[in-house]
C-alpha cells in the first residue's frame, strides 16, 4: 500500500517528530521557569544576558535530544 513506503513515513515520523520537539521545548521552558527563583521573561526584558545563553542552552539541549530520537526512528 501506498502508506507504507518509506517516504510517507519518513514524512510522518518527521512532522510528529517536530510537533514533539516545539512541544518539549514549550514543556522544559515553563518548568525551568517554575523551578528557578527568578522570573525569565522579567530578566530577558532587563537585558540579562546570562539568562538569554541558558534559555538558548535548553533549546539547543531538546532540540538534539529530539532530533536524535527521530533520526534513529527513521528507516
Given at each position: 500500500m501506498w502508506y507504507e513506503t518509506p517516504l510517507f513515513l519518513n514524512g510522518i515520523y518527521a512532522v510528529v517528530g517536530v510537533i514533539l520537539g516545539i512541544a518539549s521545548a514549550i514543556i522544559t521552558y515553563r518548568l525551568i521557569n517554575h523551578f528557578t527563583h527568578f522570573d525569565i521573561p522579567n530578566e530577558l526584558e532587563k537585558g540579562n544576558l546570562a539568562v538569554g545563553v541558558v534559555v538558548c542552552g535548553i533549546f539547543i539541549m531538546i532540540g538534539l535530544i529530539v532530533g536524535l530520537?527521530?533520526?534513529?526512528?527513521?528507516n
Open positions: 530520537i527521530i533520526g534513529m526512528s527513521l
